[in-house]
């Protein structure tokens, strides 16, 4: 399908280094709890905390970058953001093959990885709403969205292969170039970056949450975006046990249900655009925010049969179909009210907000698991999810004002 006349020839660049980097991190997918288990023989205990760690510490290192990023020109923030992940993850099959590598290093990767992967988002989305005309944005991110479902969906299972055949270092080395390769994409792009806006007065590192909190309906998208992402990843490490030990299903069957769905991811990005010009934006967000909270409630139903395998792989389509779809109207939706002297802010603040919770809920989870038992858990989340529509922006909303300095 042709690009719509929206869409330049520098968003194909930036698209392709896009999906360069994604399918690389689609075959490096859980490549540092890997390593951790597999060449350095770690406890499961060390391994949950590198993950946890990863994610916490990311989002701390990543709290002053929002204001940072806003008075830059984004695609040398995003190219930088790009060669630091190139870097300290090339160190790691590096350190391994000299028989040097450590756990302290593959916590210090791992933090690095989560700041920079904020700050790229940040950049990116900042930089996106400037290089993208108002009318060719959901048709950009249902792109973005598409992308990012096909290579979950195709790259897990190249990078299992390449494990296999090669070790996971050598499958690290081809992670880390391809964010090389991104850099190398985004630094083709040749539209001039409008000039950034320079900050009056101080530093202040809550804008961005403050810009959320006072425009009502970024406000209401930022609460269900909490409740939704967070049961969605307090599920996500108790699927795998619900498969393999209570309803005794075999590794190839949880990869199918792993994997296959994503091709929802797929189709619902791909609908996007055309949904939202039939429904309008608003109306989209109301109707997809609805449509992807019901389907957790199904998984702890499933028995241990071949109709309990069927349930699974349709509840987790059915669940990615309405986020796909819902997705690109979200960041559009968050382009289009947000000042663009905010932008890099807000991006900043929303991502390291979820980085902190989706782990607390998954913490929960195994907690509440412990407590009770493993489909009450899953109850427990699907119930949440359902928490999540009725915090949409039910009522359409202005654009907020500009905080005021602290």
């Known amino acids: 399908m042709p690009l719509p006349a929206a869409l330049s020839q520098d968003f194909r660049r930036l698209w392709a280094a896009y999906a360069i980097s994604a399918i690389g991190s689609g075959i490096g997918y859980g490549a540092l709890p890997l390593v951790a288990v597999l060449v350095l023989d770690v406890s499961t205990f060390q391994v949950s905390l590198l993950a946890a760690l990863s994610a916490v510490a990311g989002a701390a290192l990543a709290l002053p970058m929002g204001d940072f990023i806003e008075q830059r020109r984004k695609r040398p923030v995003m190219i930088a953001s790009d060669l630091v ?22 916590c210090v990767v791992g933090v690095i990885q989560a700041a920079a992967l904020i700050a790229f988002t940040a950049a990116s989305g900042a930089h996106l ?46 992670d880390a170039l391809s964010y090389l390769l991104s850099a190398l994409g ?17 530093r202040d590192l809550t804008a961005g949450w403050r810009y959320i909190w006072q425009d009502r ?8 975006s909490q409740l939704f992402g967070g049961p969605a990843m307090m599920v996500a490490p108790l699927l795998p046990v619900l498969m393999l030990r209570d ?39 109301l109707v997809f925010g609805i449509l992807r909270t019901p389907w957790l409630l199904l998984l702890p139903l499933a028995p241990p049969s071949v109709g309990g395998f069927v349930l ?39 991502s390291i907000t979820s980085r902190a919770v ?36 039910w009522k359409s909303a202005k654009r907020a004002p500009l905080p005021e300095p602290v």
């Open 312 to 350: 699974l792989i349709v509840a987790e389509t059915c669940l990615l179909v309405a986020a796909g779809a819902f997705n690109p109207s979200f960041a559009t939706y968050r382009m289009e009210v947000t000042d663009d002297r905010f932008m890099a802010r807000v991006l900043t603040s929303w």
């Open 186 to 202: 985004v630094r083709r792009i040749r539209e001039p970056e409008p000039v950034p806006a320079r900050r009056q007065g101080k």
């Open 358 to 393: 989706q782990p607390a809920f998954m913490a929960a989870g195994g907690v509440l698991a412990g407590l009770t038992s493993l489909r009450t858990s899953m109850l427990v989340a699907g119930a949440l999810c359902l928490v999540s529509a009725f915090v949409l922006p």
């Open 85 to 106: 992940r190139f870097v300290s993850l090339l160190t790691v099959p590096l350190a391994a093959a000299l028989d040097l590598l450590t756990y302290t290093q593959l």
């Open 217 to 224: 309906g970024l406000r209401s998208l930022f609460w269900n």
């Open 247 to 285: 309803l005794h299903m075999e590794p190839w069957q949880y990869g199918l249900v792993a994997g296959l769905p994503c091709f929802g991811g797929v189709l619902g990005a791909w609908l996007a655009p055309r949904l939202t010009r039939w429904l309008g934006q608003h109306r989209m967000l």
């Open 129 to 174: 709403k400037a290089l993208v005309p108002p009318e060719g944005r959901v048709e950009a991110n249902s792109r973005f969205e598409s992308t990012t479902w096909t290579t979950l969906s195709v790259g897990p299972p190249i990078g299992g292969a390449l494990v296999s055949l090669v070790g996971v270092p050598l499958t690290m080395v081809i």
